[in-house]
Every structure is written in structure tokens, then in C-alpha cells.
């Protein structure tokens, strides 16, 4: 009986140093575990723009300067909103996105070496501002810039193709930096025509910083500006 007794209380007294040993081992191995991936997943600075300063972009999950890369020779760039916007430097005209070039001294008209400005409507597609400008792009033209009187009208004669009423159409009109005169976006120069619905632009809301052709009431196309990441028909140019 004692020899018994004496093996039982062995036996439970290594069980008492077991259990312990065995939740040591599980808990380290563990640990290991949610070591191994917490190194292997960062934590992402960012996930949208709206997590990073007002003059930085989420790129690659990290708030970076978006503007290195985007507008070409020529041309600088400044950051509103986190959005970056091109313009051709004081001096040069042109697309900022490709290349601005060295204005030539005004004189008597003599045409336009590349060839006649046409415009064409993308009826079948609608999109923020900043969209447009590179839908156009992708197609061989620019966003229209309206630069005459004669070009308003030809610019309205290609809407009333579409038979499309009461709607607005994106032009490369824009007035940033906050603040700014209007110019088009993608020539590089200042409106030097207007056709302003009455009362704009205003900037209601002190969001409206690009401008489209708008109609109400069937009362015909007139310019008003509004919201950039408003969606709506693009106009491109292009040259024949």
C-alpha cells in the first residue's frame, strides 16, 4: 500500500510540472506566429488620398509628392487638394502634360500650322474633369479650349449633333491656382471670349474651378463653372 501511495503522488506531482511546460511551448510558439506576421504585413501609411497632407497623394500606400513626372517640359505643377494640376511656365504655351513650347512673338495672323481645329463630342462616355483631360489624350486630341467666337459656335454646332438637351460638356477651362484667371488647360492660354451664363462664374460653394457648357430650360449652351470631379460629356480637339 505505501509503495502505491508513494507512486501515485510521483505521478501527480509530474503531472503538476507537465501541464504548465506543455501551455509554456504552445503560448511561445504563438507568440512566434503573430511575430512572423506583423514583419511580413506592414502597416500601410496610407489607403486614399484623404489620409495624407493636403500637398501629398497615397502612391503606393505612402504619402508621396505626386507631381515629379506628371507635367513635362516647360511646365510647372502645383498640388491642390491633393491633386496635381500642370501649367506652362510664363513665356510658353502648349500642353503642359507633353510639353510646353516657347511663345512666338504676336503678329498678323498666319494660320495655324497644324492644321484646322475640329471638335468632336464624347457623347457615349461621362467623367470628372481631370479624366477628360487624358480621355482626350488617349485619343489623339486634347480637352477643347474655346479660344473665338467662332470656335464657341463650332464647339455648339458639334453638341447639337447629339440631339443631347439640358446637359453640360467639359472644356479644358480652369482656374487654378485657387485664385487665378481662367485659362485653357490644354493650350495654355487665357480666354480672351467669354459666354458666361448670367451671374457666373461664381464659384459656389468655393468648389467650382473648371468650366463646361451648360444648358437649361433648352434656353442653348452657355459657359458656367463647377465642381471638376463632376461627371459629364468630354469635348476633345483635334487638328485635320
Given at each position: 500500500n505505501l509503495k502505491l501511495r508513494l507512486n501515485k503522488e510521483v505521478t501527480d506531482y509530474s503531472?503538476?510540472?507537465?501541464?504548465?511546460?506543455l501551455c509554456i511551448c504552445v503560448l511561445v510558439s504563438v507568440g512566434c506566429v503573430f511575430g512572423q506576421d506583423f514583419n511580413l504585413i506592414p502597416?500601410?501609411?496610407?489607403i486614399t488620398n484623404?489620409?495624407?497632407?493636403?500637398?501629398l497623394t497615397c502612391i503606393d500606400f505612402k504619402c508621396q509628392d505626386p507631381c515629379p513626372g506628371i507635367c513635362r517640359g516647360n511646365a510647372t505643377c502645383e498640388i491642390h487638394n491633393r491633386v496635381p494640376y500642370c501649367g506652362c511656365k510664363p513665356g510658353f504655351s502648349g500642353n503642359p502634360f507633353t510639353g510646353c513650347q516657347q511663345e512666338t512673338p504676336k503678329g498678323p495672323p498666319s494660320g495655324n500650322p497644324r492644321g484646322r481645329k475640329v471638335y468632336r463630342v464624347e457623347r457615349f462616355v461621362k467623367i470628372n474633369w481631370y479624366a477628360a483631360l487624358i480621355h482626350c489624350q488617349g485619343h489623339g486630341g486634347r480637352l477643347a479650349s474655346i479660344e473665338s467666337q467662332q470656335e464657341n459656335e463650332m464647339a455648339k454646332a458639334e453638341i447639337a449633333k447629339t440631339n443631347i438637351r439640358n446637359d453640360r460638356f467639359w472644356t479644358s477651362g480652369t482656374d487654378y491656382p485657387l485664385g487665378g484667371p481662367w485659362v485653357w488647360m490644354s493650350s495654355g492660354n487665357s480666354p480672351t471670349f467669354f459666354d458666361w451664363l448670367p451671374g457666373e462664374p461664381n464659384n459656389n460653394v468655393?468648389?467650382?474651378?473648371?468650366?463646361?457648357?451648360?444648358?437649361?430650360?433648352d434656353k442653348g449652351y452657355m459657359w458656367n463653372d463647377v465642381d471638376c470631379l463632376e461627371e459629364m460629356f468630354p469635348i476633345c480637339e483635334y487638328f485635320e
Open positions: 503531472a503538476m510540472w507537465v501541464q504548465p511546460t502597416l500601410p501609411e496610407c484623404e489620409e495624407c497632407d493636403q500637398l468655393g468648389s467650382e474651378h473648371c468650366l463646361n457648357l451648360y444648358e437649361v430650360e
